[in-house]
């Protein structure tokens, strides 16, 4: 079965430090992975995705960066972090052409507090 | 781009139904998702809607018209533990397969 694994569960950072969050994902391959970001009491705000090793776009600009070394890996980081950079981050994972298996699945999440 | 409107809160009562609204306005679409979110926690998925009509899953169901841009999440024999935000997303047509949320809907369910 696949399973989708994100850590930390929980980082307080203080402002200019460094971050990287970090994503697998096992029992599946060639996955379309996503980074999103979710603000207190907010919807969902697409970050980044990758659609293969080395393959990323960035959806919005930002002084965070993505990742993909292995293809059932997906970090997120950044050189330094700004207050705005709060909130609780979201790994998820789709296999495009499983037509039986359409929900994008999450990882339990990360949140991040910067002080 | 996509633009997708939902109600930020509703309230309803212990066994009661309700449902949640969802408009859109995409430059591509590939199928609706509507996910539950508990409080501190992940979004699970609950349904998906890429054709007309209704889909019934259990006490959820969902229902999609694409030429409105419009879709609804009903649920029926509300319980108390159905209190959490209900999120609308849609996946347009691109080679991303990228989602985009509304807002979601904060549901507080009363005894």
């Known amino acids: 079965s696949q399973t989708i694994h994100q850590w930390p569960a929980t980082l307080v950072q203080p402002v200019g430090s460094p971050l990287s969050l970090e994503c697998t994902v096992e029992?599946?391959?060639?996955?379309?992975l996503y980074w999103y970001r979710q603000a207190a009491g907010r919807g969902l705000q697409l970050l980044f995705y990758s659609i293969g090793i080395d393959q990323i776009s960035s959806e919005v600009p930002q002084n965070l960066s993505a990742s993909r070394p292995q293809d059932r890996q997906f970090i997120l980081s950044s050189k330094k972090l700004l207050l705005s950079d709060s909130g609780f981050y979201l790994c998820?994972?789709?296999?495009?052409?499983?037509?039986?298996?359409?929900?994008?699945?999450f990882g339990s999440g990360t949140r991040l507090t910067v002080v | 781009g996509q633009n997708i409107d939902q109600p930020t809160e509703m309230t309803a009562t212990e066994g009661a139904i309700v449902q949640i609204n969802c408009t859109y306005q995409t430059s591509g679409f590939n199928g609706l998702f509507w996910y539950q979110q508990h409080a501190g926690e992940a979004p699970t998925f609950l349904s998906y809607n890429v054709l007309d009509g209704l889909e019934e899953k259990g006490r959820f169901s969902s229902f999609l018209s694409r030429s409105k841009g419009y879709s609804y999440l009903l649920l029926k024999e509300l319980q108390m533990k159905d209190s959490a935000s209900y999120l609308c997303a849609v996946r347009g047509d691109n080679a991303g397969n990228m989602l985009t949320f509304g807002g979601g809907t904060r549901l507080m369910v009363k005894p």
């Open positions: 998820a994972w789709i296999q495009p052409w499983d037509r039986a298996n359409y929900g994008y699945t």
């Open positions: 029992g599946t391959s060639n996955p379309n």
